[in-house]
């Protein structure tokens, strides 16, 4: 089987850049890991295409719309973890548009991506009468 210069790209990203380069913790690297098993998993089920089979030409505007549309009404996810995944992808592509120059117009894809909005949390504080 022959791997795609995708595959091959991701998992420099993974074994040499996060550790090495950027410090990243063992939490960190799972959680953006987790991010593209979410996106194997939508691109084989949605696009019938393996994971091994990706090529940044796959990863298009429409494609990021439907990856979020997907991610909300069959995953049920939140706006955080689409948040969340959205970004490991993004963290992604910069990395390899500076190595190969078919990474950017996906890059350009995600980047471009509108993604849901985090609602605001507001604290509740003390009232003059509890303080």
Request: hydrophobic letters at 35%; aromatic letters at 16%; a positive charge.
């Amino acid at each position: 089987m022959k791997q795609t210069l995708f595959i091959k790209q991701l998992a420099e990203y993974f074994d040499v850049y996060l550790p090495s380069n950027k410090k990243c913790s063992k939490n960190t690297t799972a959680s953006y890991a987790d991010g593209f098993v979410t996106l194997f998993q939508f691109l084989n089920e949605e696009k019938c295409k393996k994971h091994y089979q990706i090529q940044y030409s796959d990863i298009t505007a429409k494609t990021m719309d439907e990856y979020i549309l997907w991610m909300q009404n069959k995953k049920h996810y939140s706006a955080a973890s689409q948040k969340q995944r959205i970004s490991s992808l993004s963290s992604f592509l910069k990395y390899a548009s500076r190595r190969e120059m078919n990474a950017l117009s996906a890059y350009n894809a995600v980047f471009q991506t509108e993604t849901p909005k985090i609602p605001r949390t507001y604290f509740s504080y003390f009232t003059s009468e509890e303080i």
